[in-house]
């Protein structure tokens, strides 16, 4: 009786001597190999895993900053501290001017004719392949579903008659929102810019105004009259160059159609 | 047992609106609009500028490319500008605008009178892609690129779709029933060209007439079958129609030619035989003007370019006030908000719907009843896919194979809970299909 306990005792002890030589060995032939500076920029990251970046959590924004495939302050949470961290750790710059998202639309239901009265999901995306590209009059202007509302994980974006508008304070610049549009009028800005043009249509200034009263005309008034040489009519749109801009404020007065804010 | 496939619906079907009426031919008075791009593929370049006078059946567009098509004028008259125009799908596309003299002074056709057999293959196809014949079914693809494909020798069938399954629409059953003898030879001419092909005359039960007509003619043609299907939607979409005749599956990755045959709308093997025969472009087409808002409702034989603003005025104009207008059937047919719009090669109806025909529902959530799933001819289940979409799980809505979608509308005709399915997925895969191109 007590020789068997013995034998049972050997045998587990064996095999468990041996499972763990096996174990050790394995672990170091199979290691893998990480980047030390993936971890240190990982601990330097916030760890909350919101995926505001656009990548897999804050692992995943660690990879790619260790391999350079992302700038050092791309998180959008941790801001200029995180930022400091992490440019201490792999090098490189931060910008120093914040941007935030803006819409390029300001075509509330009021201005903005509808073309037709749509029937069908809240969503901007799948409105987007109705006739016409969706229902606003205006082909280049903002639906107002909220594909970008939720594609924002910090609750920048809200609604507001129609047209998204993006809350500067709440905005971390992640450009989830720019993404999620599928009209394309969502714009990183400087958050100091000094003039923005707040329309995306690149129609005939006749025909932007058949739909809407809050549309850049492509008058050309505004480059004319800029003294930095800052804005340029570009297929019926004034685009504002934000390095040259200082802020003047003369484009805003000359705009007949009082779209550059 | 009778020819089908699995899934699928009952609509009403409407046709008796206009299914017993003659043709009648409209003659245009106002500016014709023709889009670049009515067909699939790369936009067919201008070969008139603003000024021109052109000729019934003249070239005025060249074919932009191999997927492409000619476009020609059908009336005679000034060109009076070449400038995006709105179209049946919403957006603006480049057109040429021509003014109307209403003198309708024709070029000369060449005619073609040799016998089939010393007809050549290049022959026929030269003749198709000088008329510009693209599919008249609905999707416009160029019917020289479709009837040469790269396995020409295993081609085993020639499928003319007669089935017309969409609800309301009657111009194929009426080009079927009047023009019997050219249909057929249309469909022996695209024969032809392939060395073992059988051709099928695929035709609905629920139109008795066309198909004891088609039998009296061909009675015991060794070459073309009519086969009588069962009557359901989609019987008429290429996949279903395919395996319902020769049991063949194919998915989306596939082309029809890959399982050996080849789909025609009958409209467009009509437009075969006038090319090759007649050597007359594809400069008019059966439209079916129907709907409980319009006066009087009929099958026109219409001059490509002419709005449908016209065509609505000749049909008596409307009787109530529409509530919803559709340029197509009431299934797949593309709703519209304006009516300065051309007729293109590949519109098949004008549908003008009152306020009783259009119920608008507002949707609740999914109740897990599974209809949706037994109705797919697609075989994919709409309820998780229209859910991914709404999610914006891309990965998972191509694992459940939503690419396999043929956007028909069963789905959303059968949910109890009003789910807009068909849109919320068709949306999804335009841009899966937009992304992959990047």
Same mark, same amino acid.
């Given at each position: 009786?007590?020789?068997?306990?013995?034998?049972?005792? #050997?045998?587990?002890?064996?095999?468990?001597?041996?499972?763990?030589?096996?174990?050790?060995?394995?672990?170091?032939?199979?290691?893998?190999?990480?980047?030390?500076?993936?971890?240190?920029?990982?601990?330097?990251?916030?760890?909350?895993?919101?995926?505001?970046?656009?990548?897999?959590?804050?692992?995943?924004?660690?990879?790619?900053?260790?391999?350079?495939?992302?700038?050092?302050?791309?998180?959008?949470?941790?801001?200029?501290?995180?930022?400091?961290?992490?440019?201490?750790?792999?090098?490189?710059?931060?910008?120093?001017?914040?941007?935030?998202?803006?819409?390029?639309?300001?075509?509330?239901?009021?201005?903005?004719?509808?073309?037709?009265?749509?029937?069908?999901?809240?969503?901007?995306?799948?409105?987007?392949?109705?006739?016409?590209?969706?229902?606003?009059?205006?082909?280049?202007?903002?639906?107002?579903?909220?594909?970008?509302?939720?594609?924002?994980?910090?609750? #920048?974006?809200?609604?507001?008659?129609?047209?998204?508008?993006?809350?500067?304070?709440?905005?971390?610049?992640? +450009?989830?929102?720019?993404?999620?549009?599928?009209?394309? &009028? &969502?714009?990183?800005?400087?958050?100091?810019?000094?003039?923005?043009?707040?329309?995306?249509?690149?129609?005939?200034?006749?025909?932007?105004?058949?739909?809407?009263?809050?549309?850049? &005309?492509?008058? +050309?008034?505004?480059?004319?009259?800029?003294?930095?040489?800052?804005?340029?009519?570009?297929?019926?749109?004034?685009?504002?160059?934000?390095?040259?801009?200082? +802020?003047?404020?003369?484009?805003?007065?000359?705009?007949?159609?009082?779209?550059?804010? | 047992?009778?020819?089908?496939?699995?899934?699928?619906?009952?609509?009403?079907?409407?046709?008796?609106?206009?299914?017993?009426?003659?043709?009648?031919?409209?003659?245009?008075?106002?500016?014709?609009?023709?889009?670049?791009?009515?067909?699939?593929?790369?936009?067919?370049?201008?070969?008139?500028?603003?000024?021109?006078?052109?000729?019934?059946?003249?070239?005025?567009?060249?074919?932009?490319?191999?997927?492409?098509?000619?476009?020609?004028?059908?009336?005679?008259?000034?060109?009076?500008?070449?400038?995006?125009?709105?179209?049946?799908?919403?957006?603006?596309?480049?057109?040429?605008?021509?003014?109307?003299?209403?003198?309708?002074?024709?070029?000369?056709?060449?005619?073609?009178?040799?016998?089939?057999?010393?007809?050549?293959?290049?022959?026929?196809?030269?003749?198709? =892609?000088?008329?510009?014949?693209?599919?008249?079914?609905?999707?416009?693809?160029?019917?020289?690129?479709?009837?040469?494909? =790269?396995?020409?020798?295993?081609?085993?069938?020639?499928?003319?779709?007669?089935?017309?399954?969409?609800?309301?629409?009657?111009?194929?059953?009426?080009?079927?029933?009047?023009?019997?003898?050219?249909?057929?030879?249309?469909?022996?001419?695209?024969?032809?060209?392939?060395?073992?092909?059988?051709?099928?005359?695929?035709?609905?039960?629920?139109?008795?007439?066309?198909?004891?007509?088609?039998?009296?003619?061909?009675?015991?043609?060794?070459?073309?079958?009519?086969?009588?299907?069962?009557?359901?939607?989609?019987?008429?979409?290429?996949?279903?129609?395919?395996?319902?005749?020769?049991?063949?599956?194919?998915?989306?990755?596939?082309?029809?030619?890959?399982?050996?045959?080849?789909?025609?709308?009958?409209?467009?093997?009509?437009?075969?035989?006038?090319?090759?025969?007649?050597?007359?472009?594809?400069?008019?087409?059966?439209?079916?003007?129907?709907?409980?808002?319009?006066?009087?409702?009929?099958?026109?034989?219409?001059?490509?370019?002419?709005?449908?603003?016209?065509?609505?005025?000749?049909?008596?104009?409307?009787?109530?006030?529409?509530?919803?207008?559709?340029?197509?059937?009431?299934?797949?047919?593309?709703?519209?908000?304006?009516?300065?719009?051309?007729?293109?090669?590949?519109?098949?109806?004008?549908?003008?719907?009152?306020?009783?025909?259009?119920?608008?529902?507002?949707?609740?959530?999914?109740?897990?009843?599974?209809?949706?799933?037994?109705?797919?001819?697609?075989?994919?289940?709409?309820?998780?896919?229209?859910?991914?979409?709404?999610?914006?799980?891309?990965?998972?809505?191509?694992?459940?194979?939503?690419?396999?979608?043929?956007?028909?509308?069963?789905?959303?005709?059968?949910?109890?809970?009003?789910?807009?399915?068909?849109?919320?997925?068709?949306?999804?895969?335009?841009?899966?299909?937009?992304?992959?191109? =990047?």
């Amino acid at each position: 009786m007590g020789a068997s306990i013995l034998y049972a005792a #050997a045998v587990i002890g064996i095999v468990g001597i041996l499972a763990g030589i096996l174990l050790g060995v394995a672990s170091e032939k199979f290691k893998v190999k990480v980047d030390e500076k993936e971890i240190k920029v990982r601990e330097a990251l916030p760890g909350n895993n919101c995926g505001g970046c656009g990548y897999p959590g804050c692992d995943g924004l660690a990879a790619a900053i260790a391999k350079g495939e992302a700038k050092p302050d791309a998180c959008p949470v941790g801001g200029e501290a995180v930022a400091k961290k992490i440019v201490e750790i792999v090098g490189g710059e931060i910008d120093s001017v914040r941007h935030v998202a803006h819409v390029k639309c300001a075509g509330t239901c009021e201005k903005a004719k509808d073309a037709y009265d749509y029937v069908g999901p809240e969503d901007c995306q799948i409105a987007a392949n109705a006739p016409g590209g969706g229902p606003k009059g205006c082909s280049f202007g903002c639906l107002g579903y909220g594909s970008c509302k939720r594609a924002c994980q910090f609750d #920048a974006i809200s609604i507001v008659d129609g047209v998204a508008v993006v809350d500067k304070d709440k905005c971390k610049s992640c +450009g989830q929102c720019v993404l999620a549009c599928p009209r394309h &009028i &969502i714009e990183m800005v400087p958050e100091d810019a000094g003039a923005i043009v707040e329309c995306n249509s690149k129609e005939f200034g006749k025909d932007v105004k058949a739909v809407c009263s809050a549309g850049c &005309i492509g008058c +050309g008034l505004c480059q004319r009259n800029c003294p930095q040489g800052a804005i340029t009519v570009k297929d019926h749109l004034a685009v504002v160059d934000y390095a040259k801009c200082t +802020g003047c404020g003369t484009c805003k007065e000359k705009c007949p159609v009082k779209i550059i804010k | 047992m009778k020819l089908t496939f699995k899934g699928g619906i009952h609509p009403y079907e409407g046709k008796e609106l206009t299914m017993d009426k003659d043709v009648i031919e409209y003659v245009p008075k106002g500016d014709m609009v023709y889009p670049l791009s009515q067909h699939i593929g790369a936009p067919a370049k201008a070969v008139v500028k603003k000024g021109d006078r052109v000729l019934v059946g003249q070239l005025i567009a060249e074919a932009g490319g191999f997927v492409s098509a000619n476009i020609h004028s059908s009336v005679s008259g000034t060109v009076k500008a070449v400038e995006p125009r709105l179209t049946a799908s919403g957006s603006k596309v480049n057109s040429i605008v021509i003014e109307n003299d209403n003198q309708f002074e024709k070029i000369e056709y060449v005619k073609n009178e040799k016998p089939l057999a010393e007809l050549t293959k290049e022959e026929i196809l030269e003749a198709i =892609k000088n008329a510009g014949v693209v599919g008249m079914g609905g999707a416009g693809f160029p019917t020289n690129v479709k009837l040469s494909p =790269k396995n020409a020798d295993e081609i085993d069938y020639i499928i003319v779709n007669a089935s017309e399954c969409e609800p309301y629409l009657t111009s194929d059953y009426r080009r079927l029933l009047d023009e019997t003898d050219k249909v057929i030879e249309g469909l022996r001419l695209a024969l032809a060209i392939f060395p073992k092909a059988k051709g099928i005359i695929a035709v609905e039960d629920n139109k008795p007439k066309a198909i004891q007509k088609l039998k009296e003619v061909l009675g015991n043609d060794p070459d073309i079958k009519v086969n009588s299907m069962k009557t359901k939607y989609p019987e008429g979409a290429e996949r279903q129609l395919i395996y319902a005749n020769t049991g063949r599956y194919i998915n989306s990755k596939m082309l029809p030619a890959d399982a050996g045959c080849i789909v025609h709308n009958v409209d467009t093997v009509y437009s075969i035989c006038e090319a090759v025969r007649q050597g007359k472009p594809l400069i008019q087409r059966l439209v079916t003007v129907t709907g409980d808002a319009i006066t009087e409702p009929c099958n026109y034989l219409v001059r490509i370019g002419t709005s449908f603003a016209e065509l609505i005025e000749a049909a008596g104009g409307f009787l109530q006030d529409p509530e919803k207008i559709i340029a197509g059937g009431p299934m797949m047919g593309k709703a519209i908000y304006d009516l300065n719009i051309p007729v293109t090669k590949s519109s098949s109806a004008i549908l003008c719907m009152t306020k009783d025909e259009v119920s608008e529902y507002e949707p609740s959530n999914c109740i897990r009843c599974g209809r949706c799933v037994e109705v797919c001819p697609g075989r994919v289940m709409p309820n998780k896919l229209a859910t991914l979409a709404e999610q914006g799980d891309l990965e998972e809505f191509q694992k459940l194979n939503g690419m396999e979608c043929c956007e028909c509308g069963c789905c959303s005709y059968v949910c109890p809970a009003k789910r807009h399915l068909t849109q919320t997925i068709a949306g999804t895969r335009k841009a899966i299909l937009a992304n992959r191109k =990047k």
